[in-house]
């Protein structure tokens, strides 16, 4: 499984983002997917996932604020993120669980300023 993140930038506090993980491989819709987070000195975090059933499931800190979704068809992965705060910076990375293997992909930068 090949994992490709984009759509970071740039954003005041405020304001949204909607990152795109794209997934090779025939097997996506049986995937659990997630995202994860890596602020500079911290170490790697859970966001989001959701299940190859649409599940999903959020940490305390995005409820309410992000939605992670996927689309089988596309073999894509989103993370919507609204209301970003400057403590949402970090590079954001997307994973994807086959069987027993984990699966990453090249982070994407999202900067938030105040």
């Known amino acids: 499984v090949q994992l490709q993140a984009c759509g970071g930038g740039l954003v005041q506090a405020g304001g949204s983002l909607r990152l795109s993980c794209a997934a090779s491989g025939r097997t996506f ?3 659990a997917m997630a995202w994860f987070r890596q602020a500079p000195g911290k170490q790697r975090e859970l966001v989001a996932a959701i299940s190859s059933g649409g599940s999903t499931t959020y940490v305390d800190f995005v409820k309410g604020r992000f939605t992670i979704s996927r689309d089988n068809a596309k073999n894509t992965v989103y993370l919507q993120m609204n209301s970003l ?3 949402d910076t970090a590079v954001y990375y997307c994973r ?3 069987g027993a293997m984990d699966y990453w992909g090249k982070g994407t930068q999202v900067t938030v300023s105040s």
């Open 29 to 31: 819709s049986s995937n």
């Open 85 to 87: 705060k400057p403590e």
């Open 96 to 98: 994807a669980t086959s």
